[in-house]
């Protein structure tokens, strides 16, 4: 079965960056995409990166378009998100998971298997 393990969470300024990385392991073949999603408290959880698992075509929330950057390492079974300009409002817990169903992959219901999250904290 397919495991999704995320890292690279933590504090930074508002302003700064980090890297997040979604590193997969188990059976990798049956997904479709590779999707990052995030949940701050009081809010729904929200679609912010889509990456595919056949040609890396890519999906970004019109929120972060031009600040965060998705990315893969076929040969890592990894998946990268590059967050740049962090607002304090995107603090929250950052998720990936694995599109399952090959439809509409930013539907977060057609994912079925997701990592633990990692909490992004933007603060002075």
């Known amino acids: 079965q397919l495991q999704l393990v995320e890292s690279g969470g933590g504090l930074v300024q508002p302003g700064g960056s980090l890297r997040l990385s979604c590193a997969a392991s188990?059976?990798?073949?049956?997904?479709?995409?590779i999707g990052w999603f995030r949940q701050a408290p009081g809010k729904e959880r929200e679609v912010v990166s889509v990456?595919?698992?056949?040609?890396?075509?890519?999906y970004y929330a019109d929120s972060v378009k031009g600040r965060f950057t998705i990315s893969r390492d076929n040969a890592k079974n990894t998946v990268y998100l590059q967050m740049n300009s962090l607002k304090p409002e995107e603090a929250a817990v950052y998720y990936c998971?694995?599109?399952?169903?090959?439809?509409?992959?930013?539907?977060?219901?057609?994912?079925?298997?997701w990592g633990q999250g990692t909490q992004v904290t933007v603060s002075t």
């Open positions: 990456i595919s698992s056949s040609d890396n075509s890519t």
């Open positions: 188990g059976f990798t073949k049956d997904y479709y995409a």
């Open positions: 998971a694995a599109e399952t169903r090959g439809y509409d992959p930013i539907n977060q219901y057609e994912y079925g298997y």
